[in-house]
Nanobody, 127 residues
Framework: VQLQASGGGLAQAGGSLRLSCAAS??????????MGWFRQAPGKEREFVAA????????YYADSVKGRFTISRDRAKNTLYLQMNSLSPEDTAVYYC???????????????????WGQGTLVTVSS
């Protein structure tokens, strides 16, 4: 599957952005993947942000974004989303979407668990 992330840009502190990740998979195939969002700030390692199970029945968030970010997926559109609210300058990073082929429902949280990656979209939050 190929992943195309979009929606990044410049936001002010306290503002919102919504990221999208379009998957080149049919609706039935898309539901075979657990999906996740990661981010990488300059000079730092890529870190987990959020994940959603293959049937949207389970979600998991990093503590740093819990209560501010919401991950979701639309099977009909083969698209993964990340709604980001109450943004802070610490959220500035390149955001990547990722997919994990699986037959069970779980939310992978480490980079080495994922099989496919999107190209990343830059989010910059100004103070």
């Amino acid at each position: 599957v190929q992943l195309q992330a979009s929606g990044g840009g410049l936001a002010q502190a306290g503002g919102s952005l919504r990221l999208s990740c379009a998957a080149s998979a049919s609706g039935g195939t898309f539901s075979r993947f657990s999906m996740g969002w990661f981010r990488q700030a300059p000079g730092k390692e890529r870190e987990f942000v959020a994940a959603i199970g293959r049937l949207s029945s389970s979600v998991y968030y990093a503590d740093s974004v819990k209560g501010r970010f919401t991950i979701s997926r639309d099977r009909a559109k083969n698209t993964l989303y990340l709604q980001m609210n109450s943004l802070s300058p610490e959220d500035t990073a390149v955001y990547y979407c990722a997919a994990k082929s699986t037959i069970v429902t779980y939310t992978p949280r480490s980079t080495n668990e994922y099989d496919y990656w999107g190209q990343g979209t830059l989010v910059t939050v100004s103070s």
